[in-house]
């Protein structure tokens, strides 16, 4: 009512400042009765009921769907948020609902249709909603000024006399000596296209235009006879199809406003443009080829009957692999892409310009570059989570059938897709680590300084990393950023924008280097973990050689990061060493072999593990219950309080990887990514 009672004065405004006095005919009052009220402006006015009708013809010679729209945003701004919430579901079903048959529905901003079409209306958050109708708002402006502005007392005919025509062309200037053919004037093309049409490709032209909703085009005697859950399933295939055309139509952007033109104009060469974009073209005729059979399914009345076929054709078999090759490769350059783009904009200033210029042309929807290159990771995100409603609603058994089995395929494809970007990103972070190591803190009489002293970090895989506290002794403590490798585990200091290894020395006096100095980088073919009994964040790793073994403390920055971290620690163990060494029931542990001069124990369950002490010398400690663990100079092994109560095996309880009883060191294929 509200809308309507602004609308109504607005028109009446504009009416009246167009017309300030009413023509000398109206103001007669020898008139017919029939029409006696309507002949005077003043007149309307004087009556309610006539100025309603009157206004609403009025009204009903232009769209005014854009006007009201803008009005109703409008009241947005002094809404609170229950109020909100309320009148965003009413704004959607009056201007935003595609399946609703409204009159007055506007055009909206592709990211707000995008949204909307995954998410219901009710369920978005406050400041979503008023955002979306702002953006909304704001696509209709131009409509608005233009309904409310004053029309021309002299209209401008559209097409100029031919005389006046003829006179204007004659002004335009002709280079002298310039042949043209005949009967084609100066200035005029009758051929060619301009920059922007160049780059228009024909399907992205296509896919400028909105889908067509099914209800819209399904007969109503046939959408009346679609029981609930079958209603329901076309809802979530419509959902399918029209989302595919966005992404479609986003990666053609992709191509057409940035990578050819970047090209054409020389900004970037085609090596590194299949750096930044790699197998764009590719995706974008497999996403177009699957858009395309899923329009062919919807030919029939816009009901689709079965799906499984096509889906099964896309991400399953050969197609399937080929489909995870190209998305593996395109999505696990984007975090590097993004990056080099971004320096590239800060170097270049022509090339930020162009960036800009680009990133506002319609076509982009209000979206930057940096937005659109992750629509292809985004993509595969939907895919299992589509799929498995459409199963969900289908009842024939065969059919649904192919549909889990191609949501099961786009899961794989998906993880897969995870994997390659995790692995990209930590060779990423492994080369800027690289860049910024200093090794100068190395020991040379350290028997792995002449090893590392050149260690390349890039050239090996990475597992795990993340910032840890090196308790080197109870009074010194190190913040350093633990780098966990395929067969090594470095620690490295920040300093400044340096990364530094560096040993450190385990006493205040001048002692013997080796003995007393611990390295920044551990084997693991040849170190162990421990729990530390009195920190739930600790634990030991125990690094044994030729000359003895030492105990590194690291602490983790919470218990449930100590867990983590404990798991991927075990991983890494585990391929460092080659082989299950942390089994149970009698099976054999780090230094049951009788490695390195080291006996072997008993400890509680028949377990074998280190019977020497971990320098030489030493025996054998009781524990409370009667089992018997390690004894020696490090003090491993001293009682009851530096093990877990009642002599638990450090794994027996809670093993590193936090997975209840279960050992670290599995099988190198258990661990195995």
């Known amino acids: 009512m509200i809308i309507s009672v602004l609308t109504f004065l607005s028109v009446l405004l504009t009416y009246s400042i167009l017309y300030p006095s009413p023509p000398h005919s109206l103001s007669t009052n020898t008139v017919d009765d029939h029409s006696s009220h309507f002949t005077s402006i003043e007149l309307v006015k004087s009556r309610p009921t006539h100025l309603l009708v009157f206004l609403q013809h009025v009204i009903l010679q232009f769209d005014c769907s854009s006007l009201l729209c803008y009005l109703h945003a409008d009241l947005f701004k002094n809404l609170s948020t229950k109020e909100t919430k309320k009148q965003f579901v009413e704004f959607y079903n009056s201007f935003l609902d595609k399946s609703a048959v409204s009159i007055l529905r506007v055009q909206i901003p592709h990211n707000v249709s995008f949204e909307l079409d995954r998410t219901r209306p009710d369920l978005l958050s406050e400041e979503q909603q008023k955002k979306f109708v702002q953006d909304v708002q704001l696509a209709q402006a131009p409509e608005t000024l233009f309904i409310l502005s004053p029309i021309p007392l002299i209209p401008i005919p559209l097409y100029l006399p031919l005389s006046s025509s003829s006179v204007l062309l004659s002004s335009i200037s002709v280079d002298e000596g310039v042949l043209l053919p005949e009967g084609v004037l100066p200035g005029l093309s009758l051929s060619g296209t301009t920059p922007q049409q160049e780059e228009q490709d ?6 400028e235009q909105d889908p067509p909703n099914w209800r819209e085009h399904t007969p109503p005697d046939t959408l009346k006879d679609l029981s609930k859950k079958e209603t329901k399933r076309q809802e979530v295939i419509n959902e399918l199809f029209a989302t595919e055309h966005a992404h479609v139509r986003m990666l053609s952007v992709l191509q057409t406003v940035f990578w050819k033109p970047l090209e054409r104009e020389e900004l970037m060469t085609a090596t590194e443009l299949a750096t930044i974009f790699p197998s764009l073209d590719e995706i974008i005729d497999m996403h177009y080829a699957f858009y395309e059979h899923l329009k062919k399914l919807r030919q029939h009345n816009f009901i689709v009957k079965a799906i499984g076929t096509t889906l099964l054709n896309r991400f399953g078999g050969t197609e399937g692999e080929w489909f995870q090759k190209l998305t593996s490769r395109f999505c696990s350059h984007q975090t590097w892409a993004l990056e080099q783009l971004k320096m590239r904009q800060k170097k270049d200033p022509r090339f930020n310009s162009f960036i800009l210029e680009a990133e506002s042309r319609p076509q982009c929807r209000r979206l930057q570059l940096k937005d659109i290159i992750p629509t292809e990771m985004q993509r595969l995100t939907k895919y299992p989570l589509l799929l498995e409603n459409i199963a969900k609603c289908t009842e024939d058994t065969l059919e649904k059938e192919s549909i889990q089995q191609s949501a099961e395929c786009c899961r794989k494809i998906l993880n897969h897709v995870n994997e390659e970007v995790k692995q990209m990103e930590n060779l990423l972070t492994l080369k800027d680590y690289q860049r910024r190591l200093d090794t100068s803190g190395l020991k040379p009489s350290n028997e792995l300084y002449l090893e590392y002293k050149y260690l390349d970090l890039a050239q090996r895989r990475m597992i795990y990393e993340g910032p840890l506290t090196w308790r080197v002794t109870k009074e010194k403590t190190l913040e350093v950023q633990c780098v966990l490798l395929g067969d090594l585990l470095v620690l490295l200091q920040k300093q400044d924008d340096k990364m530094v290894l560096k040993c450190q020395s385990k006493s205040n006096i001048a002692v013997q280097e080796g003995k007393q100095m611990l390295s920044p980088i551990i084997k693991l073919d040849s170190a162990f973990l421990r ?4 920190d739930r964040k600790a634990f030991y790793v125990i690094f044994t050689w030729d000359s003895g073994a030492q105990i590194y403390e690291l602490v983790a920055q919470s218990v449930g990061e100590r867990r983590n971290g404990g798991e991927w620690f075990g991983k890494g163990i585990g391929r460092g060493r080659g082989r ?19 006996g072997e124990g008993e400890v509680s369950g028949g377990e074998k593990g280190l019977g020497r002490g971990l320098g ?9 219950g009667g089992e018997k663990c390690l004894g020696g100079e490090e003090g491993i092994g001293r009682g009851r309080s530096e093990w877990e109560r009642e002599g638990d095996w450090e794994g027996r309880r809670r093993s590193e990887c936090g997975r209840g009883e279960r050992f670290m060191g599995r099988e190198e294929e258990r661990w195995k990514i």
């Open 202 to 207: 024909p399907r992205l032209l296509e896919l």
């Open 580 to 598: 299950s060494e942390w089994g149970r029931g009698g099976e054999k542990c780090l230094g049951g072999e009788a490695r390195r001069g080291l």
């Open 616 to 624: 030489g010398g030493g025996g054998e400690g009781e524990v409370s």
């Open 531 to 534: 729990e530390v009994a009195t």
